[in-house]
Nanobody, 124 residues
Framework: QVQLVESGGGLVQAGGSLRLSCAAS????????MGWFRQAPGKEREFVAN????????YSADSVKGRFTISRDNAKNTVYLQMNNLRPEDTAVYYC?????????????????WGQGTQVTVTS
């Protein structure tokens, strides 16, 4: 179905910013949900933010609210995660994923396609 490739990760000091990109190949339908998740070493995969492909409808985890913003560019088949005021606890591998469910889900198990991940490291 849909193939996803994340990019934009890197090393940044606390308080800095990064913008992650997720380029999708294949058709993304209006009912699909695109999501960002992250996983730190020894921890469970954690929901970050999601967005409906065909509508300006988003949701973010409390831990990133006010700091991270998810957005999309349908013409470029790309979803973004703007990460501001980064903290060391944001350090993780960030994954892009797509859900074909009609539910606006935040559960990893509802997302069927995943990218390879991009490393974000925040130093203090």
């Amino acid at each position: 179905q849909v193939q996803l490739v994340e990019s934009g990760g890197g090393l940044v000091q606390a308080g800095g910013s990064l913008r992650l990109s997720c380029a999708a190949s294949g058709r993304i339908f209006s009912s699909y949900t695109m999501g960002w998740f992250r996983q730190a070493p020894g921890k469970e995969r954690e929901f970050v933010a999601n967005i409906m492909w065909g509508a300006d409808h988003t949701y973010s985890a409390d831990s990133v609210k006010g700091r991270f913003t998810i957005s999309r560019d349908n013409a470029k088949n790309t979803v973004y995660l703007q990460m501001n005021n980064l903290r060391p606890e944001d350090t993780a591998v960030y994954y892009c994923a797509v859900s074909r469910s009609s539910l606006f889900s935040i559960r990893p198990q509802d997302f069927g396609s995943w990218g390879q991940g991009t490393q974000v490291t925040v130093t203090s």
